[in-house]
T-cell receptor, first 116, second 113 residues
Framework: GAVVSQHPSWVICKSGTSVKIECRSL??????MFWYRQFPKQSLMLMAT?????????EQGVEKDKFLINHASLTLSTLTVTSAHPEDSSFYIC????????????FGNGTRLTVT | QKEVEQNSGPLSVPEGAIASLNCTYS??????FFWYRQYSGKSPELIMF????GDKEDGRFTAQLNKASQYVSLLIRDSQPSDSATYLC?????????????FGPGTSLSVIP
């Protein structure tokens, strides 16, 4: 149980275009989902917390107008990278927990974004 | 001071030995502690979680927590080459409405056959 599905697994886009990444909780409802970004040989950095039915909460230094997050249902959160640039190329991973706060997070398989 | 710190490694151990991974954290309010394993190019997978001081064992893995020292560790017994990966320590940061999970930089482990 507690499966998080992320799509697409990888995407290549041209500079200036936008890319949407979907994160779904398949067998549980998630009022809160988390988006992380990981650059090569670095750790996971929390970008934002996605809250169902309300605005996302962004970590310091993350541009909310560039990384649009929508959490329209209890099983789906989307991250849209707008006007992507090569420096946005990274591994984006979503996560959620089906249980009480403080419970382990379950991760999607991640999305490898390459901006050319 | 970073919220979660780990030795970056690489840590090399021979097959069959015990690998010891350490982590310190700065937020005394943290209550939940996790160890994740991440293979190159893949998402993290949960190895252990611990909430109370002391030891918690699961198969070849033992997590140890000392809240007074703000220290959490992971021991891997009978290390196997397949254990070679990056191990991420993660700690919750309590917010008003929900917890966030903050990751350390990870320790690269290499188990030599």
């Amino acid at each position: 149980g507690a499966v998080v599905s992320q799509h697409p697994s990888w995407v290549i886009c041209k500079s200036g275009t936008s890319v949407k990444i979907e994160c779904r909780s398949l067998d549980f409802q998630a009022t809160t989902m988390f988006w992380y970004r990981q650059f090569p040989k670095q750790s996971l950095m929390l970008m934002a917390t996605s809250n169902e039915g309300s605005k996302a909460t962004y970590e310091q230094g993350v541009e909310k107008d560039k990384f649009l997050i929508n959490h329209a249902s209890l099983t789906l959160s989307t991250l849209t990278v707008t006007s992507a640039h090569p420096e946005d190329s990274s591994f984006y991973i979503c996560s959620a927990s089906p249980d009480r706060e403080g419970s382990p997070l379950h991760f999607g398989n991640g999305t490898r974004l390459t901006v050319t | 001071q970073k919220e979660v710190e780990q030795n970056s490694g690489p840590l090399s151990v021979p097959e069959g030995a015990i690998a010891s991974l350490n982590c310190t954290y700065s937020d005394r309010g943290s209550q939940s502690f996790f160890w994740y394993r991440q293979y190159s190019g893949k998402s993290p997978e949960l190895i252990m979680f611990i909430y109370s001081n002391g030891d918690k064992e699961d198969g070849r893995f033992t997590a140890q927590l000392n809240k007074a020292s703000q220290y959490v560790s992971l021991l891997i017994r009978d290390s196997q080459p397949s254990d070679s990966a990056t191990y991420l320590c993660a700690v919750n940061r309590a917010e008003t409405s929900y917890d966030k999970v903050i990751f350390g930089p990870g320790t690269s482990l290499s188990v030599i056959p």
